[in-house]
């Protein structure tokens, strides 16, 4: 009874938080950001920052995991996957499909699969939910890890996904409200997944840019549907779920292979569309029914970039064994890979694990994972900076952000440079902490918050 009661005011407590935040500029609640394109519209975080300077405080995280931290009212959640010591009776390891070509090893242990909400202001952690404990049937890439997919919240409810170990909904207070089993994954060469899910609103959004985003009046409001990138090698498919219960309101199958990118939920014309990158075609399909709208060859292997859109057109890279970028209309219809209907194509210098910033009328990205940066005006598809050495850095898996007219680009060894936003090179401030990071950043008020291999550090002037 105690514990109840404990438990209901806290929740009552948190609530009532997150409704008043939801009438501040102070929510990240996608890992792309509130527009989904990079962009902090109304946060101004710290130039400069290293170990000792403007560290508001940072948290020692446990297991290892590359998803994006999220924000919302007071809370900024994370998730994780700790490998245990209860190593696996024989009779119980997954067994590994012969006809798939696999590069990776999976382990004999248990992993546990955790999400983490911290306090804002302190850093203190709040609460840790062990969503599940299991035996990973495929190992990961070197650089990769088995919580790569990002949470993201409506405001009301946290939607995690751990991909091949399920499909979690929590209140904002911890506790669990639904959660699914889609089914194991098999990735290409078993290099691991990152199925980071998307919610969407029929009929009661707001809408930046054409992009759905969130609604700041509307703090409880509940989504109405959970989408899934399901890409692998066999069977892949773009999931809809019902975002208060969990059922499945359609699936459509995919011709397509592992991809790891996220959908991109966009209004257009009275029409919501859901765009999915992907190696053998970019596809747009009807929030509503799941049906296929257009489609459109062109990407390269391994299409991990995610979309942005603005002005009626759909901007999609990729950047791996070769480079591509297309500017594609939203009033598109059917197969639009050779009638010429494509507003621009762009074949240098794109990027392969990173998702381009979209700020005011300029795509940000740089190539492949190297610091060679590239703008690109978003009418014409003309390179306004090409390809130009960004100093101090090498490897790039974070995607860049957008605050203050800044441009936040963070590499693999912990180095952020900050930017100057415009049409030429002009770096402010070059940033350093011993550890690793492959997250990308979150600009949210004057905090920015990073979530390294060891720690996640809210940065914060005084």
Known sequence: MLRTVAYSVFAFL?????????????????????????????ADPPITWDANTNIKWKAELPGRGSATPIVWGNQVFIVTAIKTDRVADPKD??????SLKVKTTPP???????????????????????????????????????????????????????????????????????????????????????????????????????????SPDRATASSDSLLLNWDQEKDSALICLDAKTGQTKWRSERDDVTSWNTPLVVEHKGRTQVIVNGTKRI?????????????????????????????GMVYVMSGYGGAMALAIPLDSQGDISDN???????????????????????????????????????????????????PGVDSFYASPIAAKGRIYLVARDGTT???RQGDRLEVLATNKLDDPIDASPVAVGRSLFLRGERYLYCIEGK
């Not at 008043?20 to 962009?39: I, K, L, Q």
């Not at 390891?93 to 012969?98: A, E, I």
């Not at 919580?147 to 506790?175: E, H, M, N, Q």
């Open 14 to 42: 948190l609530l009532a938080s997150h409704a008043a935040a939801g009438d501040e500029p102070g929510n990240w609640p996608h890992w792309r950001g509130p527009n989904a394109n990079g962009t902090a519209p109304k």
């Open 93 to 98: 390891l997954p067994k590994v499909d012969p």
């Open 108 to 214: 004999d242990t248990y992993y546990q699969f955790v999400v983490l909400s911290f306090d804002r202001p302190t850093g203190k952690l709040l609460w840790k939910q062990v969503a599940a404990e299991m035996i990973p049937h495929e190992g990961h890439h070197a650089s990769h890890s088995y919580a790569a997919g990002s949470p993201t919240t409506d405001g009301r409810f946290l939607y995690v996904s751990f991909g091949s170990f399920g499909i979690y909904c929590y209140d904002l207070a911890g506790k669990l409200q639904w959660q699914r089993d889609l089914g194991r994954m098999n990735t290409r060469l078993g290099w691991g997944e990152a199925v980071t899910p998307v919610v969407a609103w029929s009929g009661d959004h707001a809408t930046t840019g054409g992009v759905v985003a969130r």
């Open 283 to 311: 596809r747009s399909y009807d929030l509503a029914t799941g049906a296929d709208i257009w489609q459109c060859a062109g990407m390269t292997t391994n299409a991990i970039p995610s979309p942005v859109a603005a002005n």
């Open 340 to 390: 010429g209907k494509l507003a621009w194509r762009h074949n240098k210098g794109t990027p392969y694990v990173p998702s381009p910033l979209l700020a005011d009328d300029r795509l940000y990205f740089t190539q492949a994972t190297v610091a060679l940066y590239t703008v690109l005006d978003i009418k014409t598809g003309r390179a306004v900076i090409d390809r130009e050495r960004l």
């Open 417 to 419: 440079l900050v930017l």
